[in-house]
């Protein structure tokens, strides 16, 4: 039968009458090839249609057929009448088995790209996993290092807080060499027991190490939380450890000197064959609270040196830099051990042991300097005078000090950080409230809020607490001064 240019709906029954049509038909029009099977022409071709009523939802439907195939939209005559009227019987078919063949397409694709996705999460996850337990797999050597990089490592943050430790992790390390990598350095972490830590726990208190015991149980708990928070092993092997239970309470010191052993320290300074300036060490160790990093950081603020270099000394020889001004009648640290600046302010007291420093100044800007003025002297060269002269005939050392037992004090042995703490306790005796003692030892508050919301460090309370501290110790020095007078000098 003949095609008729422009009309519509016109039966084909053969593909060369398509074909001829497709030649002369123009954009918009439609060659009826069957039931509800449509060629209609565009400005790109002509292309198969498919027109049924839905059974789902009732409206008509124009489906162009191939449309969502992988390759693309497909016309006449790649896809042919033959081809055409096949696709249109199957998708006639399940119309009258009430399916719309569009919506289910639609819903295919939908539930093939949830379906896609959800492999591609699992594979993700999968991936993930991988990855993970791949990290897991670190040594306690590698686990370590990371410890030590990530929470050891001495910085200054951006906020200037500072973040690690003094030495970066040097002293933990050494033990870890020592007491730890033999035993477990090369197992994995995530492969470590809680038999595993006992074992390196127990070779030492077996030998009677307790400390070293303690010390190794407080370090290897901080790394195992370590990993722990960052998914490097899923269950702490240290969990369920008791402290005290496996190593015992660690002893803390509470030596305090008495004000006997006060008088009795005066009484024997002089005698004892310390260095003059260690002398003055003690007693303004004693009427400052001051930490002995500090004293021996201490320098003088008339000095012209360059503070940058000071700063640079100080760091190496690990003391805190401070600044003594005599006319001021201050000791300003402009950093400490918690970060904040502390001024001291300085009593009659501690101002005649100054001076009395001042009168042995040479060239350097050191209050303590070392013995050729290049920096401070050393930290352990003034805790040695301390503890040689706090021994017994059997424990003396050779080439030491002969006045073995020279300093020793009714209660024991005793330390310059046990000084700090006497001067603590003299000052609670006096009635001086702690809040303004803890500012005297330049003690950080406990409450986060309260160290936020409170900034007054009570300068005026200080001072006044440090002239109660040093008038206190100078009457107690005064008895001893009076009762010299009276007696026979003692013979070395």
Same mark, same amino acid.
Not at 389 to 395: H, I, K, L, N, P
Not at 417 to 425: E, G, K, P, V
């Given at each position: 039968m003949?095609?008729?240019?422009? #009309?519509r709906?016109?039966?084909?029954?053969?593909?060369?009458?398509? *074909?001829?049509?497709?030649?002369?038909?123009e954009?918009?029009?439609?060659?009826?090839?069957?039931?509800?099977?449509?060629l209609?022409?565009?400005?790109?071709?002509a292309?198969?249609?498919?027109?049924?009523?839905?059974?789902?939802?009732g409206?008509?439907v124009?489906?162009?057929?191939?449309?969502d195939?992988?390759?693309?939209?497909? &016309?006449?005559?790649?896809a042919?009448?033959?081809?055409?009227e096949?696709r249109?019987a199957?998708?006639?078919?399940a119309?009258?088995?009430?399916?719309d063949p569009?919506?289910?397409?639609?819903?295919?694709?939908?539930?093939?790209?949830?379906?896609?996705?959800e492999?591609?999460?699992?594979?993700?996850?999968?991936?993930?996993?991988?990855?993970?337990?791949?990290?897991?797999?670190v040594? %306690?050597? #590698?686990?370590f290092? *990371?410890?030590?990089?990530?929470?050891?490592?001495?910085?200054?943050?951006?906020? &200037?807080?500072?973040?690690?430790r003094?030495?970066?992790?040097?002293?933990?390390?050494a033990?870890f060499?020592?007491?730890?990598?033999?035993h477990?350095?090369d197992?994995?972490?995530k492969?470590v027991?809680?038999?595993?830590?006992?074992?390196?726990?127990?070779?030492?208190? #077996?030998e009677?190490?307790?400390?070293?015991a303690?010390?190794l149980?407080s370090?290897?708990?901080?790394m195992?939380a370590?990993?722990?928070?960052r998914?490097?092993?899923?269950?702490?092997p240290?969990?369920?450890?008791?402290k005290?239970?496996?190593?015992?309470k660690g002893?803390?010191?509470?030596? %305090? $000197?008495s004000?006997?052993?006060?008088?009795?320290?005066?009484?024997?300074?002089?005698?004892a064959?310390?260095?003059? *300036?260690?002398v003055?060490?003690?007693w303004?160790?004693l009427? #400052?609270?001051?930490?002995?990093g500090?004293?021996?950081?201490?320098?003088?603020?008339?000095?012209?040196?360059?503070r940058a270099i000071?700063?640079?000394?100080?760091e190496v020889e690990?003391?805190?830099?401070?600044?003594?001004?005599?006319?001021?009648?201050t000791?300003?640290l402009?950093?400490?051990?918690?970060?904040?600046?502390?001024?001291?302010?300085?009593?009659?007291?501690? $101002?005649?042991?100054?001076?009395?420093l001042?009168?042995?100044?040479q060239?350097?800007a050191?209050?303590?300097p070392?013995?050729d003025?290049?920096?401070?002297?050393?930290?352990?060269s003034?805790n040695?005078?301390?503890?040689?002269?706090?021994?017994?005939?059997?424990?003396?050392m050779?080439n030491?000090?002969?006045?073995?037992?020279a300093?020793?004090?009714?209660?024991? *042995?005793?330390?310059p950080?046990?000084?700090?703490?006497?001067?603590?306790?003299l000052?609670?005796?006096?009635?001086?409230?702690?809040?303004?003692?803890?500012?005297?030892?330049?003690h950080?508050?406990?409450?986060?809020?309260?160290?936020?919301?409170i900034?007054?460090?009570?300068?005026?309370?200080q001072?006044r607490?440090?002239?109660?501290?040093?008038?206190?110790l100078?009457?107690?020095?005064?008895? %001893?001064?009076?009762?010299?007078?009276?007696?026979? $000098?003692r013979?070395?």
């Open positions: 003949g095609i008729e240019k422009g #009309t709906h016109k039966v084909a029954i053969r593909h060369l009458e398509v *074909r001829a049509w497709v030649k002369s038909a954009a918009g029009d439609e060659l009826r090839a069957g039931k509800g099977l449509y209609r022409r565009t400005q790109a071709g292309f198969w249609v498919y027109r049924y009523a839905s059974p789902v939802t409206k008509q124009r489906a162009q057929l191939w449309a195939d992988n390759g693309g939209i497909v &016309g006449f005559p790649e042919s009448l033959e081809e055409a096949a249109a199957r998708m006639r078919a119309v009258l088995d009430g399916i569009v919506l289910k397409a639609e819903q295919d694709r939908e539930l093939a790209q949830l379906r896609h996705e492999e591609r999460a699992q594979r993700l996850v999968a991936q993930q996993a991988a990855e993970l337990e791949q990290l897991r797999r040594s %306690i050597r #590698t686990l290092d *990371r410890w030590c990089d990530v929470e050891l490592k001495s910085q200054t943050l951006p906020s &200037g807080e500072r973040k690690g003094k030495d970066s992790g040097a002293l933990a390390r033990q060499e020592r007491h730890v990598f033999d477990i350095g197992m994995t972490a492969d027991t809680k038999a595993d830590i006992l074992r390196v726990i127990d070779a030492q208190t #077996t009677g190490k307790q400390r070293t303690q010390m149980f370090e290897l708990r901080q195992f370590f990993a722990m928070d998914e490097l092993i899923a269950v702490d240290m969990a369920t450890l008791k005290a239970r496996v190593v015992g002893a803390q010191r509470d030596r %305090i $000197l004000a006997d052993e006060i008088r009795r320290l005066a009484d024997a300074l002089p005698l064959n310390m260095n003059p *300036r260690s003055c060490a003690v303004l160790t009427a #400052t609270g001051c930490r002995i500090e004293l021996m950081g201490a320098t003088w603020a008339d000095d012209r040196a360059d000071l700063q640079a000394v100080a690990d003391v805190k830099l401070g600044f003594v001004d005599l006319k001021a009648r000791w300003y402009p950093d400490t051990k918690n970060g904040r600046d502390h001024t001291i302010h300085l009593s009659d007291f501690a $101002l005649k042991q100054f001076n009395e001042a009168t042995m100044r060239t350097s050191w209050v303590f070392s013995t003025n290049t920096g401070p002297v050393c930290l352990k003034f040695k005078q301390l503890s040689d002269r706090q021994r017994t005939d059997e424990e003396r050779s030491r000090s002969k006045a073995v037992d300093l020793t004090l009714p209660g024991g *042995r005793w330390t950080h046990d000084l700090r703490r006497t001067a603590a306790s000052m609670a005796g006096m009635g001086i409230s702690g809040d303004v003692i803890d500012e005297c030892l330049n950080q508050i406990e409450s986060r809020v309260r160290r936020v919301y900034r007054d460090r009570r300068e005026a309370d001072a607490a440090f002239d109660a501290l040093g008038a206190r100078a009457g107690l020095v005064q008895q %001893i001064e009076s009762e010299t007078n009276i007696r026979p $000098l013979v070395a």
